[in-house]
């Protein structure tokens, strides 16, 4: 049976299983019915002869004397001539108990008729004492012979020849041969048995119909339970461990001296957008095409894998050169970057790939896959829709990124993180209104790092709604502290409108600290409003019905789409510094702000202009109408300890016409920000 299987699919095995077994017992069947059915009629030709015997010992006159002297008298002739045909007997032939024959029974029509002779030889040429006769004589059983008739037309078709005793007194005198016709009695027997050989039959075979049916559907489980332990069951592309299995298969290969190979992490652009946005059976639609489409790419020895979410893995095999790997990278990035069509609507979702090739010095396949997803981080990181090899320069940029990942956690909550406020004031005046609380991290080894270092990664690893929760409460301290006129701005990044209770903690924080929500201005950027929008401005439509104020940060930098503007009804817009800083030098950026401070105000928005660094940028805002302004030049970003609350003073009152004071970062001149605040 293991050969069997060895050399057959199993299904061919098992099926051929069945059809022997099914012959087998067919042929069991046969041969029992043919033994029984041979064994009645022995019976009944025993039978009959017996009878026939019977009647011959009592009815037949001077058979003694026939079988003992030979002698056969004209009584005993006729006689015996009526014994020639009863019932199914058509002839008969009588010996005496050494087995000689004494008579055949169609010889009774003769003139002479046999009689006994002392060489035993009879007239039926039959030779010396016959063995069957000596045998029912003794005494053993009576000999029956079965007998199919070809030819004979004096014959029936089917007959039995039954040698029994005659007796006279319980002594053995002879032996009758009795030929018994048995034609009709077979035909008969042959019905009953062949019915009955039938259904035993079809019992058996639907048996085996049943049991096959059973082994069958038990198999294709098993198969079935084999093939998801390996595959993955949304795409049918193998799963991570049996990818795992694979690269180690090519990985000592190579190391025998095989081909080179590739693995590429492939990872959807924007994936989460349409899961957002269209639902999980949508996105899972989307993978599933994913999935076919990979598929038309590769090349046959190529293997692919789901890894898991919107992560998939390809491992290249026999790559003759990195231009290969890069062209079959182009191919899967074009592939996926068209349309899905999913219930009658139509995605977009591209893919990055990061790619690590076997001839890099990785240790093991894990060390690989780590290197492919180190590629794919920075493919990533640079713009969606690339791919990127690994590099080693790679590595370490990434193991820093975790270094600092680990530091953020452990300093959320310890003096390393402060706030710092930046001055706000009305461009009419110079009247100070409040401030912009901008968070500041003291890194115990590296110093201070600023807020684009540290705001994104804590983004990325999850840390932004611990951060920004702690932001926004000590704001909210801070600002009790502070006369009750002056505001305070806090910053909050898209991450923090995705889970949902942003609501919560502003009002947390403003509970815990008494602080009015009018004097609480939350700033977003537009960044914010581009992906579900629905979400956010309900969210905002909450925080603005508490009572804050809120502002939109950093304009003109981003998507710059007015359409946001009327989306939610903003208090403020922050045109960003890098307008700020062309004032005055640029007729189109004058003309640009310009429109936007007259917008803003048509729509019954203030306009907050940051990065002020020179009088004449603050001269060209005053003119253009601008409300506020925020700058180097009208106050750094100072600790809490050290903010006075005064009003700036107008360039008049300094004394110092049209100064320009040129400041890239404010976090490493503070020496002169305190010169400037
Ligand atoms: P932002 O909201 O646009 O903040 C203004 C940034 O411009 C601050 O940089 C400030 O120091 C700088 N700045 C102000 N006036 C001038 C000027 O006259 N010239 C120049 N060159 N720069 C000026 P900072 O503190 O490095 O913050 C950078 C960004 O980090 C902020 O931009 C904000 O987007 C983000 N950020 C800061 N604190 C937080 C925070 O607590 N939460 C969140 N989510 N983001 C924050
Ligand atoms: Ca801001
Ligand atoms: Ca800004």
């Not at 991570?240 to 298969?249: M, N």
């Not at 009015?516 to 914010?528: F, G, N, V, W």
């Amino acid at each position: 049976m293991s050969i069997l299987n060895r050399l057959l699919p199993k299904t061919l095995s098992s099926t051929l299983l069945f059809v022997v077994a099914a012959i087998g017992a067919a042929a069991a069947i046969v041969v029992a019915v043919q033994q029984a059915s041979e064994q009645l009629l022995r019976r009944d030709a025993e039978g009959t002869a017996l009878t026939w015997a019977h009647f011959a010992e009592s009815s037949v006159e001077g058979l003694q004397r026939l079988l003992i002297d030979g002698e056969l008298g004209e009584s005993t002739r006729r006689d015996l001539v009526r014994f020639r045909k009863v019932q199914d007997v058509f002839r008969f032939k009588l010996f005496d108990r050494e087995g000689r024959p004494v008579l055949v029974s169609d010889d009774l029509d003769g003139p002479a008729v046999v009689g006994k002779t002392q060489s035993g030889a009879g007239p039926a040429g039959i030779g010396h004492g016959d063995e069957r006769v000596k045998r029912v004589v003794l005494g053993g059983a009576n000999h029956i012979e079965l007998h199919a008739n070809g030819h004979n037309p004096a014959r029936p078709a089917r007959y039995s020849e039954a040698y029994v005793p005659l007796k006279r007194d319980g002594q053995v005198i002879g032996v009758a041969e009795v030929y018994v016709d048995q034609t009709e009695r077979q035909a008969r027997v042959r019905a009953a048995f062949g019915t009955v050989a039938a259904v035993v039959f079809a019992l058996l075979a639907a048996f085996a119909v049943w049991g096959w049916r059973r082994l069958h559907s038990d198999r294709i489980v098993r198969e079935r339970m084999r093939y998801l332990a390996r595959h993955d069951a949304l795409s049918g592309l193998l799963n991570r461990t049996s990818f795992g299995e694979a690269l180690r298969e090519a990985a000592w290969r190579r190391s025998a001296g095989g081909p080179a190979f590739a693995v590429l992490c492939l990872d959807l652009d924007h994936f989460k957008d349409i899961n957002d946005a269209h639902g999980h059976r949508a996105g899972d639609e989307v993978l599933r095409q994913v999935g076919a489409r990979l598929q038309t790419v590769v090349q046959p020895g190529d293997r692919l894998c789901r890894l898991g979410g919107d992560e998939f893995a390809i491992l290249q095999s026999g790559i003759g050169s990195v231009e290969a790997v890069s062209q079959l990278a182009s191919r899967l990035i074009a592939a996926l970057g068209a349309p899905y069509e999913v219930n009658n609507r139509t995605l977009h979702c591209g893919a990055s790939i990061g790619i690590a090739i076997s001839d890099n010095e990785a240790k093991n396949v894990e060390e690989l896959m780590h290197q492919a997803d180190l590629a794919l981080y920075r493919a990533k990181s640079s713009g969606r829709g690339v791919f990127g090899f690994y590099d080693a320069e790679l590595d370490s940029q990434r193991e820093e990124r975790n270094r600092l990942a680990c530091d953020l956690r452990q300093a959320i909550g310890t003096d390393q993180i402060t706030l710092h406020y930046q001055p706000l004031f009305k461009a009419d005046g110079r009247q100070l209104i409040g401030y912009e609380a901008l968070v500041r991290w003291t890194h115990p080894t590296r110093g201070p790092l600023p807020p684009a270092q540290f705001i994104p990664l804590a983004e990325e690893i999850g840390l932004i709604d611990a951060l920004g929760a702690w932001v926004l409460q000590e704001a909210c301290n801070a600002a009790t502290r502070w006369p009750s006129h002056l505001s305070v701005a806090v910053n909050l990044s898209a991450a923090q409108f995705k889970h949902g209770d942003l609501v919560a903690v502003v009002a947390r924080s403003l509970d815990a600290s008494g602080l009015p929500a009018k004097r609480l201005q939350l700033e977003i950027t537009e960044s914010i409003l581009i992906c579900n929008t629905e979400q956010v401005v309900r969210t905002l439509e909450s925080l603005a019905q508490m009572g804050a104020r809120i502002a939109m940060d950093d304009f003109g930098t981003g998507y710059s789409s007015l359409a946001y503007l009327w989306r939610f009804p903003f208090d403020k817009l922050k045109i960003d510094r890098a307008f700020t800083q062309h004032l005055g030098n640029d007729d189109k950026v004058d003309v640009i702000v310009r429109s936007i401070i007259s917008l803003a105000h048509s729509l019954r928005i203030d306009v907050n202009a940051e990065g002020v660094e020179t009088e004449g940028q603050i001269d060209a805002l005053c003119e253009l109408g601008c409300d506020e302004l925020q700058g180097f030049l009208l106050g750094r970003p100072q600790p809490e300890a050290d903010l006075e609350h005064r009003t700036n003073p107008s360039r008049e009152a300094r004394g110092t016409p049209g100064r320009s004071i040129l400041v890239t970062d404010g976090l490493r001149s503070s020496t002169e920000a305190d010169t400037v605040g």
